[in-house]
């Protein structure tokens, strides 16, 4: 059983690899671009263009070749990568279903969302907290060791701080479902409001506009978390699919068969 769960895993994050692909290809990779071309001065480099343009038709065409041919395999590149982080993310994700899936909250569906919840704060949420996604041209305060060490440790807080909602809500939903919402939210409002008081500031956005930053970064976390959705639809529609019951389904036909 565990092999058909790793096998709608890999499946649910290719289709979502896919998208992710295509996202990073047509969206993110020309706004990083357009940010790296800001950050090292874009007036400078245009004024370039324009006088290599009036050299001579045959080196426009040339690079305009050059460009498309750029362009096209940096595309392809995004794409294979997004399917790849898709597989991995897929995979894992059906391993932790299969030995998670008793104790989250939920039947059918709502259970594969709750755990893309779950491990979209652990990985993505916990870690932006203190290591936001990093833009052109940004100053790190910290060598890369250290900040992969303080990622991973974020991670580590990310993961309790979502086993902890989900055990809040667990316990206090039965007799009171906006109770048992509140203490699912309290250990997610705690984390924001210490990283935000005392997380010092690790990266500084450089040159680019806040507002520009800001979108960056928000187009990031939304990206991550439409991946994290795509994967937890894509998986719950396979279940379905193929007849597989959730543990809390399988335990009533224990309870009601004679």
Not at 69 to 86: K, Q, R
Not at 141 to 147: E, G, M, V
Not at 166 to 179: I, K
Request: proline share 5%.
């Amino acid at each position: 059983m565990l092999a058909d769960y790793l096998e709608r895993g890999v499946l649910a994050g290719a289709i979502a690899g896919i998208a992710y692909g295509a996202y990073v290809a047509l969206v993110a990779n020309p706004l990083v671009g357009h940010m790296e071309t800001r950050a090292e001065g874009g007036e400078h480099a245009h004024a370039a263009g324009e006088h290599a343009h009036a050299a001579g038709e045959h080196a426009q065409a040339a690079g305009e070749h050059a460009h498309a041919v750029s362009e096209a395999t940096t595309a392809a590149v995004s794409i294979g990568s997004g399917v790849l982080w898709g597989i991995l993310l897929g995979g894992a994700f059906a391993l932790a279903f299969y030995f998670l899936e008793p104790a989250l909250p939920g039947r059918g569906r709502v259970k594969t969302y709750v755990l893309a919840a779950a491990g979209f704060l652990t990985v993505s949420v916990a870690p932006w907290l203190v290591l936001p996604p990093t833009t052109p041209g940004a100053e790190l305060a910290f060598d890369p060791t250290l900040r992969s060490a303080i990622y991973a440790g974020m991670m580590a807080v990310g993961a309790v701080v979502a086993a902890a909602s989900v055990y809040g809500y667990g316990r206090l939903s039965p007799e009171n479902r906006p109770l048992g919402v509140g203490a699912a939210a309290v250990p997610i409002v705690a984390l924001v409001a210490v990283t935000t008081i005392a997380a010092p500031t690790i990266v500084e956005a450089g040159t680019l506009s806040a507002e520009l930053v800001t979108a960056f970064r928000g187009l990031t976390v939304l990206s991550q978390a439409a991946l994290w959705a795509l994967v937890a639809a894509c998986f719950g529609w396979l279940q379905t699919r193929a007849g597989v019951q959730s543990a809390a389904e399988r335990r009533d036909d224990l309870l009601t068969s004679p």
